[in-house]
């Protein structure tokens, strides 16, 4: 196993906490920054210089603007922070592939981020709120209840400091998902925003189709999405095939069960023809039985999908464990006996307290 390194980040721009959050210029679309612009007698196209040093050239400060005046500069310095939230810890693994970093928020809240290097690709895991309401059975996020949705520009600013983190060890952010803490379908207006603004070719131009929403099973938020002209992709938190067992581990299954959630996904793929991914927290004697994987073969079969098998990153302050690497395996195999396709995904960063909501919890210990 890797050892974890930890370092406090380098000191940010001063911020006031516990004040009310203030709108940042990362809650800005293109054509809203463009209003604000015009509103002030500046020209339009001063709107567009800036979207580009936020978003292509990661500027970190308004001085680092020199395209735009003093004056504008100075306006948007008083009018609107640069500063979202503040990094407050880093922890990485040995290598580096995997950095995990706390921010505090304006509210003095605690949100993480997770960047993980692939040899392909750079994923940022992103939070939607400070904590979760949902209340899965395993999670850390989930001892922490809901506190507040966080704002678009909270979103945008956890995405914007991974591109920056990346950069400087020569990679390119190419890859987003919502896994963090919090429900994005609880947060939906900002979610949407969020990846809409990220999207804007004018600016950071990430491809739908490289982000990724995940949700517990909000089913309502499942037909929504389907609807949105953004294409991004769906994963569902599923972790086990009948209700019984489901209700113990996602709550909210005793709201949306299991045939409503399969129905929603049946109706997403065919306005869609998008393919829905399962998540599947493989734990150890728990859910991870011959006869649970045959069962979630049965239910997913002649569907659109594919699961992601993801072995538990462990809480240390829950009962639940990791099986043995024999029984991942055949989990998977049997899982797939009816044709869906099944890969195990392990855990980044078991050894930095990388699952989902750990960090944050361990800081407020």
């Known amino acids: 196993m890797e050892t974890a390194t930890e370092r406090p980040r380098s000191t940010p721009p001063t911020i006031h906490l516990r004040r009310a959050t203030s709108t940042s210029v990362y809650d800005l679309t293109l054509a809203e920054l463009t209003a604000w612009m015009t509103e002030r007698g500046y020209p339009a196209y001063r709107a567009r210089q800036l979207f580009d040093a936020l978003y292509k050239q990661l500027v970190t400060s308004y001085d680092e603007v020199t395209a735009l005046p003093k004056a504008l500069r100075a306006d948007l310095t008083d009018s609107l922070p640069i500063t979202a939230m503040v990094p407050v810890n880093e922890v990485s693994t040995h290598n580096r592939d995997t950095i995990k970093t706390l921010y505090r928020t304006q509210l003095g809240d605690l949100v993480e981020t997770v960047l993980m290097l692939y040899r392909s690709r750079a994923t940022v895991c992103v939070s939607c709120q400070v904590g979760c309401a949902v209340g899965c059975a395993f999670c850390a996020t989930g001892l922490m209840g809901l506190d507040r949705n966080l704002t678009t520009g909270q979103m945008v ?145 002649g569907r659109l999908c594919h699961v992601n098998v993801i072995p538990l990153n462990p809480v240390q302050v829950l009962p639940y464990e990791r099986p043995t690497p024999e029984r991942i395996e055949r989990f998977a195999q049997l899982a797939s006996v009816t044709g869906i396709p099944v890969t195990v995904r392990y855990s980044r960063g078991v050894d930095i307290s990388a699952a989902c909501g750990q960090l944050a919890t361990d800081h407020q210990s």
Not at 271 to 280: A, L
């Open 157 to 301: 600013a956890q995405v914007i400091d991974a591109a920056r983190t990346a950069r400087s060890m020569g990679r390119e952010l190419s890859n987003l998902v919502m896994m963090g803490m919090g429900e994005p379908f609880h947060n939906y207006p900002a979610t949407m925003k969020f990846l809409t603004l990220l999207n804007d070719p004018n600016g950071f131009g990430m491809g739908a189709r490289r982000m990724t929403v995940s949700t517990s099973g909000v089913v309502p938020f499942i037909d929504k999405l389907a609807d949105e002209p953004l294409q991004v992709n769906l994963a569902i938190s599923i972790h086990a095939p009948n209700d019984e067992l489901r209700s113990q581990l996602v709550p909210i299954n005793r709201k949306h069960p299991i045939a409503d959630l399969m129905a929603a996904v049946d109706r997403y793929t065919a306005k869609t023809h998008r393919r829905v991914s399962f998540e599947y927290a493989l734990m150890s004697g728990i859910n991870d039985s011959d006869e649970i994987a045959l069962e979630m073969a049965r239910l997913l079969k």
